[in-house]
């Protein structure tokens, strides 16, 4: 028999200093816990994106009390045809295009309590919500597959879809490593490299103090912003609270020994930044910028290159580029893989078919990436983003990238 788990819901973030430890501890404890769940991550999420949200945060408890699951959810209205208004449930971290591999965290042998008590909270506040979306689970969440498995058993629409991802699994040593590459790109690490340190004065270096961080995020967000200025776009770095929020949580993640943020000087000039996140034996890269007049010099690949070499020294052995596939992700030996979007509504119901037309048109959206040649993809891109400078977390991002924030 399956235990009935405690709910508790918690409406106000910044109350949940009490559930603080039990939440490192349920993250301890999950196999796919990762930097998108934790509070260094949501938190300043939330502070810097949460206008006009309400946080619906629900806990599982069993009966000792201990938190056993989590679902950080936020509450939004949309507006839908006709000047009609829809309530839906998104993860917390959703909607900004910052965050991928969002999940719910679930101590193992609970996922089949754990989404039990998740679906029955759903019905019994089914006036609360017309739409639930968990957009961005990895392929192998317990909680998202579990779930998959019991909504064929409820009355309720749903709609399936998936999203590419890559990931480079990295070996027990560099010259293993380097046997992934092609000999072209093993022998361009040396002679770029040496090229490189014959016309300039290199330095290459990881932030590891608070003193460092203002400087540094200055750079990566000048640096982002010149390379997109070269293509004709706005930049993710335009958006204040986006910068607010890489502020506060790089602070947290720093301190906590989470955050690979590296650069590279020539001559004294930062011209390269890459930012990453560490949990565990996995690092993340979220973004990146160099100097586009320096893109001979091939600075962004040397600085990957040397970030790879010191991540494999530490142990680490998953360098996930998050959402997306490219030619320069493959380059590196990533691997394609899913995430998977899973959205419910009541059948028959306003959000349903709310939903069924959003699920349509991302369909078209990737029919048209797969098929498009790239440049008239990019070209569409562009004039999108000159429609939707800004994603806004309360409406449909309709042709808006999940990924536009980080490329």
Not at 119 to 130: I, M, N, R, T, V
Not at 253 to 268: I, K, V
Not at 301 to 325: A, N, W
Request: charged share 25%; aromatic share 12%.
């Amino acid at each position: 028999m399956v235990e009935a788990l405690q709910v508790r819901v918690y409406t106000h973030f910044d109350t949940l200093g009490c559930l603080l430890p039990a939440w490192e501890e349920l993250l301890s404890e999950f196999p796919n816990a990762s930097v998108f769940c934790t509070p260094e991550w949501l938190g300043p999420w939330w502070r810097a994106f949460g206008a006009g949200l309400e946080p619906r945060i629900i806990g599982f408890f069993d009966t000792t009390q201990r938190l056993v699951a989590l679902a950080p959810l936020t509450l939004s209205t949309v507006d839908a045809l006709g000047g009609l208004k829809l309530r839906v449930l998104r993860l917390m971290g959703d909607g900004s295009g910052d965050s991928d591999n969002l999940d719910l965290p679930v101590r193992s042998g609970y996922e089949e309590a754990f989404v039990r008590g998740f679906l029955d909270w759903l019905d019994a506040h089914a006036q609360l919500w017309d739409i639930c979306e968990l957009n961005t689970l990895p392929a192998n969440s317990p909680a998202g597959n579990r779930l998959q498995d019991y909504l064929k058993r409820w009355n309720w629409d749903t709609f399936h879809s998936q999203r590419p991802r890559s990931v480079v699994p990295l070996p027990h040593s560099w010259e293993s490593y380097l046997g992934q590459l092609s000999t072209e790109d093993r022998h361009n690490l040396v002679r770029y490299q040496r090229r490189l340190e014959r016309r300039y004065r290199v330095r290459i270096y990881k932030c590891t103090k608070e003193t460092q961080l203002s400087a540094g995020l200055e750079a990566l967000f000048r640096l982002h912003q010149e390379r997109w200025k070269v293509r004709g776009e706005p930049g993710t770095f335009c958006s204040e609270a986006r910068r607010r929020f890489y502020g506060e949580m790089s602070r947290l993640l720093l301190a906590r020994e989470r955050l690979e943020f590296w650069f590279l000087d020539l001559d004294g000039e930062t011209v390269a930044a890459q930012f990453a996140l560490r949990y565990g034996d996995a690092v993340f890269q979220l973004q990146e910028g160099f100097d586009p007049k320096h893109r001979s010099d091939k600075i962004g690949y040397l600085l990957r290159g040397h970030v790879l070499k010191q991540l494999v020294g530490e142990g680490v052995r998953c360098y996930d580029f998050l959402g997306g596939q490219s030619p320069h992700k493959a380059r590196w030996g990533s691997q394609v893989g899913n995430y998977m979007n899973v959205c419910l509504a009541r059948r028959n119901s306003l959000g349903a078919l709310y939903a069924r037309g959003e699920h349509h048109l991302s369909e078209g959206k990737e029919l048209l990436r797969a098929h498009l040649p790239r440049r008239a993809w990019r070209m569409l891109h562009w004039a999108n983003l000159r429609l939707n400078p800004e994603p806004t977390l309360g409406v449909s991002k309709r042709f808006t990238s999940r990924v536009s924030s980080r490329l």
